[in-house]
């Protein structure tokens, strides 16, 4: 199985903290999507006879297009690939985009997955992330959305906001859950350079909050999805039993996937690409029926490096068996010999043939992968 991404770059305002690749929305979206259903023509061959399982619609913001222009750029995709019976094909959204008459539109769609960009329920939050809704507007799309019989459901929301204390990171929580979301992935706020916030920071008009606090949030989150019955699958994702994201999941799983729109990635298992981060000179590429993109061969080592990277954030962890099959008996040795003081720490546990990080573990996970990784230059 593999999965399709599709990147719609445009925003009608920019978030205060979004890295991400974006242009400004604009009202004629032709020349775009054409370009888009040309690149998945061209591309048709990339996956192979692999069945797609997975779609999702990324961006940017999708919500900006029209429910019919959605619709044109998924009937392409099936046309040009081979797709599963049942695929999922989630959108992300934003709260502002939602009306009745986008919905009653997506229902002719194959969308069957809703992620709402909501953030948090605080406006304070939502004006220091320059997010163009507020709370109410986010609480009129959810109901909206639930009212038009969508049952797989989808919220973002972040956490380590600066001027957001534990008590509010709570509530948010709490608000979240008392929708009947399915799915919840929560992501600490960081201040990437070339950033709003990154200037704002530099200029000392807001302080992170501290590693204490961001902690502490990072704890409660789990406690609470744990008490809403979500499994936390993923370090930033949480989910209803039959409710985690099968595309995701995939990534993790180091599952091929093709990239389609400017920026956007494909990885087929042994090589990953990215496409030119530009929009308009994708467009006038696709129209000359070529593709501008870098590529990058992975060797051995950096795809065991990649695999300790995805596998150790998710509740499936390191599959000692895979890890000896097709890294061999050095592969294995060295995550054995390595992973005994994260084990004998508290930090990791041995499942059988599993190594999975400990809720412990997860606070530091990022210093735990990075030195079970292979040392660069070696």
């Not at 192979?48 to 913001?61: E, H, P």
């Not at 799983?253 to 920026?263: A, F, I, N, R």
């Not at 004998?344 to 546990?349: E, F, H, I, K, P």
Request: aromatic content about 10%; charged content about 25%.
């Amino acid at each position: 199985m593999a999965g399709i991404y599709i990147h719609i770059p445009f925003c009608k305002k920019i978030c205060s903290y979004c890295d991400f690749y974006h242009v400004m929305a604009q009202s004629d979206n032709k020349q775009y999507i054409n370009a888009l259903n040309h690149e998945a023509r061209l591309r048709r061959n990339y996956l192979g006879a692999q069945s797609v399982s997975t779609i999702y619609i990324g961006g940017g913001t999708p919500s900006v297009l029209q429910a019919d222009e959605i619709k044109s750029i998924l009937d392409n995709i099936v046309e040009n690939f081979k797709i599963d019976k049942n695929p999922e094909v989630t959108i992300e959204v934003n709260p502002d985009d939602i009306s009745d008459e986008f919905l009653e539109g997506l229902k002719k769609t194959m969308v069957n997955r809703i992620s709402v960009g909501i953030q948090s329920w605080r406006d304070q939050d939502l004006s220091l992330m320059n997010r163009r809704h507020t709370a109410s507007a986010a609480a009129m799309a959810l109901e909206k959305i639930f009212n038009a019989a969508y049952e797989n459901v989808t919220i973002d929301l972040m956490y380590g906001i600066p001027g957001m204390k534990t008590a509010d990171w709570a509530s948010n929580l709490d608000i979240s859950f008392s929708y009947g979301i399915k799915h919840l992935s929560a992501y600490h706020l960081t201040i990437e350079e070339g950033t709003m916030l990154n200037r704002m920071k530099q200029k000392g008009m807001l302080t992170e909050i501290d590693e204490d606090e961001s902690t502490a949030q990072f704890q409660l989150l789990i406690e609470k999805a744990e008490a809403a019955g979500f499994i936390q699958y993923e370090i930033s994702n949480f989910s209803l039993p039959g409710f985690l994201s099968i595309h995701n999941s995939n990534y993790w799983k180091q599952v091929s996937y093709l990239g389609l729109g400017p920026s956007a990635h494909s990885f087929n298992g042994y090589s990953r690409q990215w496409n030119i981060r530009d929009v308009n000179k994708y467009i006038k590429a696709i129209e000359s029926d070529s593709l501008l993109f870098d590529k990058e061969e992975l060797d051995r080592k950096t795809r065991f490096n990649e695999y300790i990277m995805t596998s150790l954030r998710t509740m499936w962890g390191i599959n000692l068996d895979y890890v000896e099959d097709v890294f061999d008996k050095e592969g294995y040795d060295y995550i054995r010999n390595l992973s005994g003081k994260f084990i004998d720490y508290g930090l990791m546990r041995q499942e059988k043939q599993t190594l999975v990080l400990t809720n412990q573990g997860k606070m530091i996970s990022d210093n735990i992968i990075s030195e079970l990784m292979l040392p660069v230059g070696n």
